[in-house]
């Protein structure tokens, strides 16, 4: 819970703001209260939306849908303005975590509570159900646990029992972790599809990870459909209950009333009591409480101070402890550069989809605790920390290198607050920081004609691509650490600052002294590196994909705006040197990296059309090998398991190193068709970001694997004590990773895996990438708004902390570095240059 911001309404209608609840991608939301003392959640659409005629017809439609659910165990509808011109809705505000934060927070709940939580969920089902409803997007995250008892919200993308689509048509709906085989097959999901995925979630509750969490993408599909709910660690009566909701024929499945009766025989009334949380978790409810109460005070006094002749409209007349509102440790979800290195990472942008979860839309870590036997301390998928759920949701020798790629307490003096607007360049405080003047003209790709999208398995894959002359970044995920830890100074001032449109969600490419950027709406943008307030040329007509360009073949490679086009741009001036069209039956989607100095990997389909049709593409996803010399693309094949997966490869001149579906670290051949060359079994908690340095793999999850690159036998591997290895990088003869509990940065020898340093930080973002330069490693912070960290590499240090003090919801901070000095930090619309050496 955060305070207002100047920015924030402070009316809508009758309900007067007092606080930030949270974001997504449909709107924010917020703390409120009516002039009759009622707290509710308030729900406000984001502007480019609501100046949709569809969007606002089928908004219209779903606040009527809500509007119509009531029950015990559902946060009701209290008023809406569909028409109004800042769209909004009003829910019962909840105090209380989400079930995923509560997990995240302290592990799997009782067998009692979750019980409990069956009988409360499957009461919602039946008031969902009883107005012709159907919930679809049943998850963790869309669980409150008050006080007395569950509540099930967000329903942003219900469907009526007679097929009517509220949220539109042609699209697969809901969180793939928590889905119904009906669900995944596209086929027609009814209220047992509900009663399926109420299954997956009580199976979360009493194992701390989703039943169907070994693979990602298409291959976690088709675990739905056709494997089997992994319930090993749920115990007794709950793995019978969770079976008889898990029938793949959904005539077989129990329905919500019986199932209200299996988990509590006396009626859900009898065991939803005060009482019904564990300790811990119920504190989370009373640490809800009192933020909520405490946003009221302070608007009382706000108003009070104006009343009495304070400032009209500064929303800081309030208590003088203010800060922001002390908050509940939200659910922390668990996901280099020198110039040998190369970096990939997934990608998650929720401003559209609504959910963090890339393609995988999993809802959190799993369990939590200190990592005593294998598989323990485990962490898991992305979540949905920024939505408000409380109502309408929306010593090696040094080789050559390849790597793939918290929020902090608060802590008075810890960081360096930058202001771009007023702080001036490196050099004098008196002189203004450099405006960035109109940009170049652009040089533009020609037009073409634009191919049909495909499936959203397919476009959900995300994909890593690496440091091309330069930078090193990595990827991972988040869980929570112990607050105070204070860097050792303060950080540098930017030399330089560039500002324009927003940035897209990948790091900067060096060239010869000079940085190359991807902006909206799909422009490609020149930095000087020791000057680059303005771009020295722009070229405008490639993609919004959000990997990096590559430089090879002597261009820097982007994919074109539509279709199956590679575009490569003279990195020196921008003007265009090549562009390669394969065609209407092709759809490249991401670059996967390249090698040789003429080969690319990409990530993309073969689409099958019908004669004289645009027709629909396959729901598969393909691996293109392209020749820019011969100018060919060759189709390379890859398993069931691999389709749909997220791919974050490393690739070099003769390995394609990959984590699969089905959680194995993988290595195929690169120069015959894509031959297997052998898989090693890591499980679940196998983290997508892989490193390849000489003849060693490096993989990383609840331990730090090291495996020869030839044939996968196992060289060193090192347990985490606790939690788990987040994410991955490298540099020289050094290999860092990540820790969870507590956070930090570890750093081993690449050769035996003896441990060097581990250096203890605030609270981390590990969704984001990770920068290693020559002599610090640079860590985001979980909160955007706090910047990122800087860690010696000699010493493990903790040397500073920057910030520009912006909090930008999903636009999280992308870090790259050049090896020779050079730092450049992007941050949603402006990319800061550092001096590091």
Not at 16 to 29: D, E, P, T, W
Not at 320 to 331: G, H, K, Q, T, W
Not at 770 to 797: C, L, M, Q
Request: glycine content about 14%; proline content about 8%.
């Amino acid at each position: 819970m955060k305070t207002l911001r100047p920015e924030d309404p402070e009316q809508l209608g009758p309900y007067r703001l007092l606080a930030r609840l949270g974001a997504g991608g449909m709107g924010r939301v917020y703390l409120a209260r009516s002039s009759d003392g009622r707290t509710v959640a308030v729900k406000v659409i984001r502007p480019e939306m609501a100046e949709d005629r569809k969007f606002r017809i089928r908004f219209r439609r779903e606040v009527a849908a809500a509007a119509a659910v009531g029950g015990v165990y559902t946060a009701p509808v209290v008023d809406a303005a569909p028409d109004a011109e800042t769209p909004w809705l009003a829910t019962d505000y909840v105090a209380g975590p989400t079930l995923a934060e509560a997990v995240a927070e302290h592990g799997p709940l009782p067998v009692e509570t979750v019980l409990a939580l069956g009988a409360g969920i499957a009461e919602a089902l039946m008031a969902v159900h009883a107005e012709g409803l159907v919930h679809r997007d049943l998850k963790p995250s869309n669980v409150l646990l008050a006080a007395d008892g569950p509540r099930v919200i967000d329903f942003g993308i219900v469907r009526a029992r007679d097929g009517y689509e509220l949220t539109g048509d042609g699209s697969l709906f809901g969180s793939l972790d928590y889905m119904c085989p009906e669900q995944a097959t596209g086929g027609q999901m009814g209220p047992e599809g509900d009663v399926f995925c109420l299954g997956s979630v009580l199976a979360f509750a009493a194992s701390g990870h989703a039943p169907f969490g070994g693979a990602a993408g298409a291959a976690l599909l088709y675990q739905v459909v056709h494997g089997s709910a992994d319930l090993t660690q749920v115990p007794e009566p709950l793995d019978k209950i969770i079976s008889l909701c898990h029938a793949k024929d959904p005539a077989l499945r129990i329905d919500p009333d019986r199932l209200s009766a299996a988990c509590a025989p006396g009626g859900a009334e009898q065991v939803l009591t005060e009482g019904w949380l564990p300790g811990p978790v119920a504190d989370m409810v009373t640490a809800h409480r009192a933020a909520a109460a405490l946003a009221e005070r302070r608007a009382i006094a706000t108003d009070l101070a104006r009343a009495t002749g304070g400032p009209d409209g500064v929303r800081s007349a309030e208590p003088a402890a203010s800060a922001d509102v002390p908050e509940p440790r939200p659910y922390a979800s668990g996901r280099g550069g020198a110039a040998y290195a190369t970096v990939g990472w997934s990608s998650y942008d929720t401003a559209a989809a609504g959910d963090q979860g890339g393609a995988g839309g999993g809802d959190c870590p799993r369990g939590g605790g200190p990592a005593g036997a294998r598989g323990a301390g485990r962490t898991g998928e992305p979540g949905d920390r920024d939505d408000y759920a409380g109502g309408l949701a929306t010593d090696a020798p040094e080789a050559e290198l390849h790597v793939l790629g918290q929020r902090p307490e608060a802590a008075p003096g810890r960081a360096t607050a930058f202001d771009p607007v007023q702080a001036g360049p490196r050099g004098g405080a008196d002189t203004p920081a450099p405006e960035r003047s109109a940009t170049p003209t652009p040089h533009r790709a020609r037009t073409r004609s634009r191919v049909s999208r495909r499936t959203l398995l397919t476009a959900a894959a995300t994909a890593g691509t690496g440091l091309i002359g330069g930078a090193a970044v990595v990827a991972a995920r988040r869980r929570p650490s112990r607050p105070g830890v204070r860097p050792a100074g303060p950080a540098p001032e930017p030399a330089w600052v560039f500002r324009g449109g927003p940035l897209l969600q990948a790091p900067a490419v060096f060239q010869n002294g000079t940085a190359l950027l991807k902006t909206r709406p799909g422009t490609m943008i020149c930095l000087d590196v020791t000057n680059g307030a303005q771009p020295k040329w722009a070229y405008q007509g490639i993609s919004l994909s959000p990997t990096p360009v590559l430089l090879t073949y002597g261009a820097a490679v982007a994919l074109g705006g539509t279709g199956a086009t590679l575009i490569g741009v003279d990195p020196a001036d921008g003007t265009e040197r090549f562009t390669l069209d394969f065609g209407e039956d092709y759809q490249f989607d991401q670059l996967l990296g390249s090698y040789d100095g003429y080969a690319i990997s990409v990530l993309g389909a073969s689409l099958e059309r019908r004669s004289g049709e645009q027709g629909v593409a396959t729901s598969t996803s393909t691996v293109f090998g392209v020749d820019l010399r011969t100018r060919q693309a060759l189709v390379i094949p890859i398993d069931p398991e691999d389709v749909g997966v997220p791919l974050q490869p490393v690739i070099t001149s003769s390995y394609f190193v990959y984590a699969d579906g089905l959680r194995n670290v993988a290595v195929r051949d690169t120069r015959d068709g894509g031959s297997l060359r052998w898989r090693h079994q890591v499980g679940y908690d196998l983290r997508p970001g892989l490193a390849v340095l000489g003849r060693t793999v490096f993989a990383i999850g609840s331990e730090f694997i090291a495996l020869d690159l030839p044939t996968g036998k196992i060289r060193w591997q090192v347990k985490a004590e606790r939690g788990m290895f987040a994410s991955l990088g490298a540099a020289g003869n050094t290999v860092y990773a990540i820790g969870t509990e507590p956070y930090g940065v570890h750093a081993f020898n690449a050769a035996n895996g003896t441990r060097r340093w581990f250096c203890e930080t605030p609270r981390l973002n590990v969704d984001n990438p990770i920068a290693v330069g020559a002599h610090a490693v640079y860590v985001p912070a979980y909160e955007n708004k706090d910047g990122f960290y800087a860690i010696d590499t000699a010493s493990g240090r903790l040397l500073w902390n920057f910030t520009d003090g912006r909090e930008t919801g999903v636009n999280d901070w992308q870090l790259s570095c050049d090896g020779a000095g050079h730092l450049v930090a992007q941050h949603f619309d402006r990319a800061y240059g550092l001096p590091v050496t």
